[in-house]
């Protein structure tokens, strides 16, 4: 019987036994007659045991054996408590799939390197085992705000990326050359779009990449990032309220549940995580006003939060807090007003907590065919371009309501990161679209 090639996250499941695993060299100490090489296969990382006496061919193969070179290795598994995984490998034979030459040595080391030099190597960094576990991360919080949305019985519609107009405001539109002598512009919400599917289906969402030119450089905005966008017919602003909270809740517990070495690679304190559960905190955006004030920030009605009021609102709640009723004139032209107080929008963004600020952004629509005409007006956006948008109104208008969630901000979170360039496998951002 060969011996079976298993993965290191599995390589428990095989105590006592033969395995191999199809990897890379990470690190490799030598003492004496013995070797302790630790390997990585991109599930984890697994230190194993050389013997010359023993098993001088595997020995041999990796005495000196360059960082990064591709093995595989075969070995025994045994428990071991103080091994990272706990377990080890007592390698029996080591076959080197490709060494990596002494003249040109892998780039990184381990030690600490400039971040700009690491994202100068991204398609490299990507390898090490804080970096894949921030990947590993990002994929299950993707999936469980797939299931999650697919649960509550919404269809995915994927919107567009080339668009014929701007919906989020000009000032950070990417402009394309189309066909011909056309313009076209790279998608910065699928929103609009996911109205139209809406009134198609009744509950949909869609969930792709989205792009701004952001002239900012902070540590959470990024030019090009994922947004999932759930848009419903017949929906109010209640109703996003409570699916953002449930949609939230559900990406982090599952990473929580599923993710549990990876977050203890990153030294995340998951008893943080363990509290995000419904219902979180919902204040009004003047209620918002008032903390802030009492926290010496002199904002006032018609202020847009920026990072530093959102840090200091979210101090108050271990959960993310929900910011609802924004002035109308502060958010985009689709967006529905409180029929009680005209001046306020039907509008929420959610709050994340330990100062990784807004992670969604949504509410409910304008309706009415003549408001949109007007608002369109108002914001001097191009009316030909949204005259598909303007069928919406015309053929069976209803009430409907929808969000944006960032992905990057939401992971970023969960991880821990301090930026949010670390969760997305190739950032692009003001100054980078290398490698
Ligand atoms: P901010 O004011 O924080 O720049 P926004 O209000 O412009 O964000 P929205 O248009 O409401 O953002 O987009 C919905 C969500 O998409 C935001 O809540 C955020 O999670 C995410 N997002 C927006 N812009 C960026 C960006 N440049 N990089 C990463 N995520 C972003
Ligand atoms: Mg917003």
């Given at each position: 019987?060969?011996?079976?090639?298993?993965?290191?996250?599995?390589?428990?499941?095989?105590?006592?036994?033969?395995?191999?695993?199809?990897?890379?060299?990470?690190?490799?100490?030598?003492?004496?007659?013995?070797?302790?090489p630790i390997f990585r296969d991109g599930t984890g990382i697994i230190q194993g045991v050389i013997?010359?006496?023993?098993?001088?061919?595997?020995?041999?193969?990796?005495?000196?054996?360059?960082?990064?070179?591709?093995?595989?290795?075969?070995?025994?598994?045994?428990?071991?408590?103080r091994a990272p995984g706990g377990y080890e490998l007592h390698v029996s034979a080591l076959e080197v799939v490709q060494r990596v030459s002494e003249s040109q040595p892998y780039p990184i080391q381990l030690k600490?390197?400039?971040?700009?030099?690491?994202?100068?190597?991204?398609?490299?960094?990507?390898?090490?085992?804080?970096?894949?576990?921030?990947?590993?991360?990002?994929?299950?919080?993707?999936?469980?705000?797939?299931?999650?949305?697919?649960?509550?019985?919404?269809?995915?519609?994927?919107?567009?990326?080339?668009?014929?107009?701007?919906?989020?405001?000009?000032?950070?539109?990417?402009?394309?050359?189309?066909?011909?002598?056309?313009?076209?512009?790279?998608?910065?919400?699928?929103?609009?779009?996911?109205?139209?599917?809406?009134?198609?289906?009744?509950?949909?969402?869609?969930?792709?990449?989205?792009?701004?030119?952001?002239?900012?450089?902070?540590?959470?905005?990024?030019?090009?990032?994922?947004?999932?966008?759930?848009?419903?017919?017949?929906?109010?602003?209640?109703?996003?309220?409570?699916?953002?909270?449930?949609?939230?809740?559900?990406?982090?517990?599952?990473?929580?549940?599923?993710?549990?070495?990876?977050?203890?690679?990153?030294?995340?304190?998951?008893?943080?995580?363990?509290?995000?559960?419904?219902?979180?905190?919902?204040i009004m955006y003047e209620e918002a006003i008032k903390v802030l004030n009492e926290n010496g920030n002199p904002a006032k009605f018609g202020d847009d939060f920026g990072g530093d009021e959102e840090t200091i609102i979210s101090k108050n709640f271990d959960k993310p807090v929900i910011i609802h009723r924004y002035p109308a004139a502060m958010k985009a032209f689709y967006m529905a007003t409180d029929a009680a107080r005209p001046e306020l929008s039907l509008s929420f963004d959610m709050i994340a907590p330990e100062g990784y600020g807004e992670i969604i952004g949504g509410g409910e629509r304008l309706s009415s065919y003549e408001t949109v005409i007007e608002r369109l007006r108002q914001n001097n956006l191009p009316e030909e371009s949204f005259q598909w948008y303007l069928d919406l109104r015309r053929y069976g208008s209803v009430p409907h309501a929808g969000f944006g969630l960032g992905l990057e901000r939401t992971v970023a979170w969960i991880c821990g990161t301090e930026h949010i360039r670390e969760v997305i496998p190739f950032p692009r951002m003001l100054y980078r679209v290398y490698p």
């Open positions: 019987m060969s011996t079976p090639v298993v993965s290191i996250e599995h390589v428990g499941e095989h105590a006592g036994k033969e395995v191999s695993i199809r990897g890379w060299l990470y690190n490799l100490r030598e003492s004496g007659k013995l070797l302790f013997s010359l006496k023993e098993h001088p061919d595997a020995f041999n193969a990796a005495k000196g054996l360059t960082q990064e070179s591709s093995v595989v290795v075969t070995g025994k598994v045994a428990a071991e408590a600490e390197h400039g971040v700009d030099f690491l994202l100068d190597q991204r398609h490299l960094w990507i390898r090490t085992p804080r970096q894949a576990s921030i990947l590993r991360i990002r994929a299950e919080a993707e999936r469980a705000a797939r299931n999650f949305m697919d649960s509550q019985g919404y269809t995915l519609t994927d919107a567009p990326i080339f668009t014929p107009a701007a919906c989020e405001g000009t000032t950070t539109l990417f402009e394309v050359d189309y066909i011909d002598d056309q313009k076209a512009y790279l998608t910065q919400s699928g929103q609009l779009y996911v109205e139209a599917t809406a009134a198609a289906l009744g509950k949909v969402y869609c969930f792709g990449p989205t792009f701004r030119a952001e002239k900012s450089k902070t540590r959470r905005h990024l030019t090009e990032f994922w947004m999932l966008e759930p848009e419903a017919a017949y929906a109010h602003l209640e109703d996003m309220m409570a699916l953002g909270e449930g949609l939230v809740s559900a990406m982090v517990q599952e990473c929580v549940k599923n993710r549990a070495r990876e977050l203890e690679m990153l030294k995340r304190d998951v008893s943080k995580l363990e509290k995000i559960k419904p219902p979180f905190p919902r």
